[in-house]
């Protein structure tokens, strides 16, 4: 079951995103990268993002695994590319495909949670000193990703 829906949404995935995509890797369905264009308009706009996305076997009963590979500054993103998302954990619904959690990784750059963070430093710094947080993600972006 999980083979099929992967493969339904593969191709789904070659037509739908606009700043989004991702596709399989080494040919295996249950192992795809993915790339998010740094959303317009904020701080990760020029960045390329690549993540890694490990689906399980009882895929889409059990979320996927993603993890940035791209170092980002966000507050909910850790340094070693961890995501905190509730819809990648306690909130997953089977009805989500892999498009609607790169559109919700996508907004979740434009408009982060600090309040639970995976990086506190970086929560601290969005909270309490927005100009200097923007200005380092800007430099992350500039440094890691394949922007210019």
């Not at 020029?46 to 889409?60: H, Q, S």
């Not at 590319?81 to 959690?101: E, F, H, M, R, Y």
């Not at 907004?107 to 982060?112: F, G, H, I, K």
């Not at 600090?114 to 972006?141: G, I, M, T």
Request: aromatic letters at 10%.
């Amino acid at each position: 079951m999980a083979m099929k829906r992967l493969q339904k949404e593969l191709i789904e995935m070659n037509t739908s995103l606009e700043n989004c995509s991702a596709g399989l890797k080494n040919d295996n369905i249950f192992e795809w990268s993915g790339i998010i264009l740094g959303p317009k308009d904020s701080v990760y706009e020029g960045g390329i993002f690549n993540l890694d996305i490990v689906f399980p076997t009882d895929y889409p009963f059990k979320p996927p695994k993603i993890h940035f590979i791209t170092k980002i500054y966000h507050p909910n993103i850790s340094e070693s590319g961890g995501i905190c998302l509730d819809i990648l954990k306690n909130q997953w619904s089977p009805a989500l495909t892999i498009s609607k959690v790169l559109l919700s990784l996508s907004s979740m750059m434009v408009d982060p949670n600090p309040h639970d963070p995976l990086s506190p430093q970086a929560a601290r710094e969005y909270l309490n000193d927005r100009e200097f947080f923007n200005k380092k993600a800007k430099e992350w972006v500039k440094k890691y990703s394949s922007g210019d």
